[in-house]
């Protein structure tokens, strides 16, 4: 805990000693003065019987990244709960495409193994081997994720046996992940476990050039509430060829051929920087973080990523979007403003939408106060020239990482992907964020908090200090922050609305913000803080 700290000396107050040194490190102030990030903990142990909002690695495995490939089935071996509790929970929107017809569209299905009590003690592996039988024959999919949960690997059940011996019997790509709950501190596990393996098994399988100019991907996009197809629209506009949204709306043929692009973008950064690393060791492509929450943030990496291609057209088009987007959402937005402006808010979410979604608040006027990733690591905090310096404990070891080298067929340097020369790509590096993720640091204003996985406790104590006037954050501290007598968004799932990203999303949020905002019922509450106070009590503890 660093800068002017004494505030938060009262929330700490009720810790034992131990818990109380350990909370600290999570915690930061941004100090006007300092240079450069202070140190933060991140991606450790939550503390046991702490109550915080983090997932596990099966979730982030399957929730996140492979559950949306949208024509691969997704088999969770496991107890039922595990696959009730991950079936549609996160609105990763999917539809019809060239390649995959409706029949084809997996993605909302829940498959799970059922495992009981007689498979914990004998072995599940008959099972499972008998469910993908199954799956094959009445679904005929073109591929098969298994995710593993946590009596799994309790029990020893050899997954990729299982998938290898389907593999072969049924002639279509099976692959196991070795994603069992407990394997990481968070889901922020199994994001990397999920990155490996399709890394290692499907990126790089295809053979097909999408046709068209400037191919890009965009890494680290679920289309959640159909925040990829507004990315689509903007981008096609601009003279791009999007490749492949990695993985919202994505499919298994599109993710073969993810190496066949010029460039990967990358919006969230937790989540997909495995891959997007992995992708420029071995093959050379370059990546670029981009954040398309916001107006002004979205015409930002819009330019930033025109300038990576040495073509004044695509530089003229991008310019013409802009204008025309921004002229159109600005006359929609002043009315939304007139509510927002001024007001304060939080921003609890996993891993990058904490940092991303501030942009698009100061668009409206606001301003987030207290930011916190539930997952995320040292480098989405400070950035990411702290990576080599992060210490890697027993919980990071579990993780395999994976040593690719150049492939000594299609390694090209990353310089003529984009048609550039050495020299230019290294200026251009200088100016724009290529290979680089500068964290959320830099954009808190001094006296502002960054929180390093919030607990209820902590969040309650933070609302009665700052008292914001809007919380964002994920469905269990969503109906905290009710209580507390303070209007609250979902910023995982939107609730039920989106797309918030781009420019049209920009509209969607605005109004959705302006309705929570100016709706009475915060009113009519009276918060726990105002209560002891006319009990007469000293504490809100
Ligand atoms: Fe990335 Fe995501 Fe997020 Fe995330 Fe998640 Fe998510 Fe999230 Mo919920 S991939 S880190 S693991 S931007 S599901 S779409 S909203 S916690 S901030």
Same mark, same amino acid.
């Given at each position: 805990?660093?800068?002017?700290?004494?505030?938060?000396?009262?929330?700490?107050?009720?810790?034992?000693?131990?818990?109380?040194?350990?909370?600290?490190?999570?915690?930061?102030?941004?100090?006007?003065?300092?240079?450069?990030?202070?140190?933060?903990?991140?991606?450790?142990?939550?503390?046991?019987?702490?109550?915080?909002?983090?997932?596990?690695?099966?979730?982030?495995?399957?929730?996140?990244?492979?559950?949306?490939?949208?024509?691969?089935?997704?088999?969770?071996?496991?107890?039922?709960?595990?696959?009730?509790?991950?079936?549609?929970?996160?609105?990763?929107?999917?539809?019809?495409?060239?390649?995959?017809?409706?029949?084809?569209?997996?993605?909302?299905?829940?498959?799970?193994?059922?495992?009981?009590?007689?498979?914990?003690?004998?072995?599940?592996?008959?099972?499972?081997?008998?469910?993908?039988?199954?799956?094959?024959?009445?679904?005929?999919?073109?591929?098969?994720?298994?995710?593993?949960?946590?009596?799994?690997?309790?029990?020893?059940?050899?997954?990729?046996?299982?998938?290898?011996?389907?593999?072969?019997?049924?002639?279509?790509?099976?692959?196991?992940?070795?994603?069992?709950?407990?394997?990481?501190?968070?889901?922020?596990?199994?994001?990397?476990?999920?990155?490996?393996?399709?890394?290692?098994?499907?990126?790089?399988?295809?053979?097909?050039?999408?046709?068209?100019?400037?191919?890009?991907?965009?890494?680290?996009?679920?289309?959640?509430?159909?925040?990829?197809?507004?990315?689509?629209?903007?981008?096609?506009?601009? +003279?791009?060829? @999007?490749?492949?949204?990695?993985?919202? &709306?994505?499919?298994?043929? %599109? *993710?073969?051929? /993810? !190496? #066949?692009?010029?460039?990967?973008?990358?919006?969230?950064?937790?989540?997909?920087?495995?891959?997007?690393?992995?992708?420029?060791?071995?093959?050379?492509?370059?990546?670029?973080?981009?954040?398309?929450?916001?107006?002004?943030?979205?015409?930002?990496?819009?330019?930033?990523?025109?300038?990576?291609?040495?073509?004044?057209?695509?530089?003229?088009?991008?310019?013409?979007?802009?204008?025309?987007?921004?002229?159109?959402?600005?006359?929609?937005?002043?009315?939304?403003?007139?509510?927002?402006?001024?007001?304060?808010?939080?921003?609890?979410?996993?891993?990058?939408?904490?940092?991303?979604?501030?942009?698009?608040?100061?668009?409206?006027?606001?301003?987030?106060?207290?930011?916190?990733?539930?997952?995320?690591?040292?480098?989405?905090?400070? +950035?990411?020239? @702290?990576?080599?310096?992060?210490?890697? &404990?027993?919980?990071?070891? %579990? *993780?395999?990482? /994976? !040593? #690719?080298?150049?492939?000594?067929?299609?390694?090209?340097?990353?310089?003529?992907?984009?048609?550039?020369?050495?020299?230019?790509?290294?200026?251009?590096?200088?100016?724009?964020?290529?290979?680089?993720?500068?964290?959320?640091?830099?954009?808190?204003?001094?006296?502002?908090?960054?929180?390093?996985?919030?607990?209820?406790?902590?969040?309650?104590?933070?609302?009665?200090?700052?008292?914001?006037?809007?919380?964002?954050?994920?469905?269990?501290?969503?109906?905290?922050?009710?209580?507390?007598?303070?209007?609250?968004?979902?910023?995982?799932?939107?609730?039920?609305?989106?797309?918030?990203?781009?420019?049209?999303?920009?509209?969607?949020?605005?109004?959705?913000?302006?309705?929570?905002?100016?709706?009475?019922?915060?009113?009519?509450?009276?918060?726990?803080?105002?209560?002891?106070?006319?009990?007469?009590?000293?504490?809100?503890?």
């Amino acid at each position: 805990m660093t800068g002017t700290d004494e505030p938060l000396e009262e929330m700490l107050a009720p810790y034992p000693d131990l818990v109380k040194k350990n909370r600290k490190k999570h915690l930061v102030i941004k100090d006007g003065a300092a240079e450069s990030c202070p140190q933060i903990e991140a991606n450790t142990r939550t503390i046991p019987g702490i109550i915080s909002q983090r997932g596990c690695a099966y979730a982030g495995c399957k929730g996140v990244v492979v559950g949306p490939i949208k024509d691969m089935i997704t088999i969770t071996h496991g107890p039922v709960g595990c696959g009730y509790y991950s079936w549609g929970t996160r609105r990763n929107k999917a539809r019809a495409d060239d390649t995959t017809p409706k029949d084809r569209i997996y993605s909302q299905l829940c498959f799970i193994t059922d495992m009981q009590e007689p498979d914990i003690v004998f072995g599940g592996e008959k099972k499972l081997a008998r469910m993908i039988d199954e799956v094959v024959s009445a679904f005929h999919p073109r591929a098969i994720n298994i995710c593993a949960t946590c009596p799994v690997g309790l029990i020893g059940d050899d997954i990729n046996a299982v998938a290898k011996a389907a593999q072969e019997r049924h002639r279509i790509p099976i692959i196991a992940y070795n994603c069992e709950g407990y394997k990481g501190v968070s889901q922020s596990a199994g994001h990397h476990i999920a990155n490996n393996n399709l890394m290692e098994k499907v990126i790089g399988t295809g053979t097909e050039r999408k046709p068209g100019r400037h191919v890009i991907n965009i890494l680290g996009e679920y289309n959640i509430g159909g925040d990829g197809w507004e990315l689509e629209r903007i981008l096609g506009a601009c +003279g791009y060829t @999007v490749n492949c949204i990695l993985t919202g &709306d994505s499919s298994y043929e %599109n *993710i073969k051929r /993810l !190496h #066949l692009a010029d460039l990967n973008l990358v919006q969230c950064h937790r989540s997909i920087n495995y891959i997007a690393e992995m992708m420029e060791t071995k093959y050379g492509i370059p990546w670029l973080k981009v954040n398309f929450i916001g107006i002004e943030a979205t015409s930002e990496s819009l330019r930033n990523l025109a300038r990576c291609f040495p073509d004044p057209e695509l530089e003229k088009q991008t310019e013409i979007v802009i204008a025309r987007e921004t002229a159109r959402v600005s006359a929609v937005l002043e009315q939304y403003r007139k509510i927002c402006r001024g007001k304060t808010a939080f921003a609890f979410v996993g891993g990058s939408r904490s940092h991303h979604y501030q942009y698009l608040l100061r668009d409206l006027g606001m301003e987030v106060v207290v930011a916190g990733y539930e997952f995320a690591h040292r480098d989405d905090y400070e +950035g990411r020239q @702290v990576i080599p310096t992060i210490k890697s &404990d027993a919980d990071s070891k %579990n *993780i395999p990482e /994976l !040593h #690719l080298s150049p492939d000594p067929q299609l390694y090209r340097e990353a310089h003529a992907y984009l048609d550039l020369t050495r020299e230019q790509y290294e200026a251009l590096k200088k100016d724009v964020p290529l290979s680089y993720y500068e964290g959320m640091y830099p954009d808190m204003q001094p006296g502002e908090l960054m929180i390093d996985d919030a607990n209820h406790h902590e969040v309650e104590e933070l609302v009665a200090k700052y008292r914001p006037d809007l919380i964002f954050s994920g469905v269990r501290d969503k109906y905290i922050a009710h209580k507390l007598g303070v209007a609250s968004k979902q910023l995982h799932s939107y609730d039920y609305a989106g797309p918030y990203a781009g420019y049209s999303g920009a509209i969607n949020f605005a109004r959705d913000v302006a309705n929570a905002l100016s709706t009475p019922a915060w009113k009519l509450i009276t918060p726990p803080w105002e209560k002891e106070k006319s009990q007469g009590s000293e504490s809100h503890a």
